[in-house]
């Protein structure tokens, strides 16, 4: 185990100019990213589908985000960062120009499944140059910036969402196609290499499957994710059974953002001393709180509390979770093992919203939140054993 080197605290003029470019071409596409929670409407007001045929398209898209993610990873390491963001964002904007101009159902779904295998392909490429800027000991600030700045364009988003959503829901896919093209004109144009050389080690070589480490990280990753989906799906049914306004919603939201911005320049001082599993077991402890009051709020104040404490928490695991798997990696591999460590998501997506329904048809909203303030207070007893497997070879 290295000797700690206290954390920098990063802000908009002390991090990699590198950082600085991706953090403004990532929120330049999060301000046009709304288009996938409208899906389900395009094909059901617009072309006709029933439920449960637009729930299996929404699920075929899904599950080919999984495949998505690990060809961003692999590409990532062998043809370059630069590359591989700028060709799935340009895939992710020809088959959302697909879904706006598709005349039927079966054309749609097909456009859904290529949405699917290009939506992550940008997302290791763009998680490994954060990792690549930084060192070891500012990384989990870094990534915590990076999550704050498209938190606050996802709040603007849906704001932009509503305003177009009642004009033509095909237009929202329209816009968002040329956020993604904007976003990629950012990062071709502005953003530095390097590119892969070839005197670096084959890329091909590296084995993330392999790392026993990395799948100990990716199980306690998932629950993690399967948590953060829990409360994204269950946040606006709770309100709605709470007799509040829908107005509400926005608001919460957007103390969510405003938390994660708040907090982030924070991020340094707060992990100062401390490393990243101990970091992390107080974390999951603060968002198991926020998740219980969120149970029992009964009116907005309760419910902005809540957000603030589960958001609190939310900043520190998101940044020093990536930090963790990047540490894992080998240089030249660091993309794969970043995309392997991602599939978390993917398998939260798929389980969260069965797992919620569930939940709240059959339990209720307090019982659909106290089982993810559980999963939160079981990650966070796990960290002690986390750090066994891996603090010998993460510099926390």
Do not use: K
């Amino acid at each position: 185990m290295t000797a700690r080197t206290t954390p920098r605290a990063l802000t908009w003029r002390t991090v990699p100019r590198s950082l600085r470019i991706l953090i403004v071409a990532r929120t330049v596409n999060r301000l046009g990213a709304f288009s996938m929670a409208f899906l389900g409407l395009l094909l059901t007001e617009r072309l006709g589908a029933s439920l449960p045929t637009a729930g299996a398209v929404l699920a075929a898209f899904g599950l080919a985000t999984i495949p998505s993610r690990l060809i961003g990873g692999r590409l990532a390491d062998r043809i370059g960062r630069r590359r591989t963001i700028a060709l799935g964002l340009l895939g992710c904007a020809a088959s959302q120009l697909w879904l706006a101009a598709s005349p039927s159902l079966t054309s749609a779904a097909l456009a859904a499944v290529a949405f699917g295998l290009a939506f992550e392909i940008y997302e290791p490429a763009s998680q490994a140059i954060v990792a690549d800027v930084t060192e070891p000991q500012d990384r989990p600030a870094a990534y915590a910036l990076l999550w704050a700045s498209t938190a606050v364009a996802g709040v603007l988003a849906g704001l932009i969402a509503g305003a177009v959503s009642g004009v033509d829901l095909r237009l929202l896919f329209v816009i968002d196609a040329a956020s993604c093209l904007a976003c990629a004109v950012i990062v071709v144009g502005l953003l530095p290499g390097p590119e892969q050389t070839t005197d670096r080690p084959d890329a091909s070589t590296v084995r993330p499957w392999r790392d026993a480490r990395l799948l100990l990280l990716l199980g306690v990753g998932t629950v993690f994710a399967t948590i953060m989906m829990l409360m994204v799906m269950a946040l606006p049914l709770t309100l709605s059974e709470r007799g509040l306004p829908a107005w509400n919603l926005g608001v919460v939201l957007a103390a969510g953002a405003l938390t994660s911005v708040v907090a982030t320049p924070f991020v340094p001082g707060i992990t100062a001393g401390r490393d990243s599993f101990a970091t992390m077991r107080g974390a999951y402890v603060v968002l198991a709180v926020g998740l219980v009051l969120t149970a029992y709020a009964d009116g907005l104040g309760v419910f902005l509390l809540a957000t603030v404490v589960c958001g609190l928490g939310e900043v520190l695991l998101l940044g020093h979770s990536q930090s963790l798997a990047a540490g894992l990696a080998p240089d030249h591999g660091r993309a794969a093992y970043l995309a392997v460590f991602g599939l978390s998501w993917g398998v939260a997506t798929t389980v969260a919203p069965v797992l919620g329904t569930q939940l709240l048809a059959h339990a209720g909203p307090i019982v659909a939140w106290l089982v993810p303030a559980a999963g939160a207070l079981l990650c966070g007893l796990a960290q002690p054993a986390l750090r066994r497997r891996l603090g010998a070879s993460h510099d926390a």
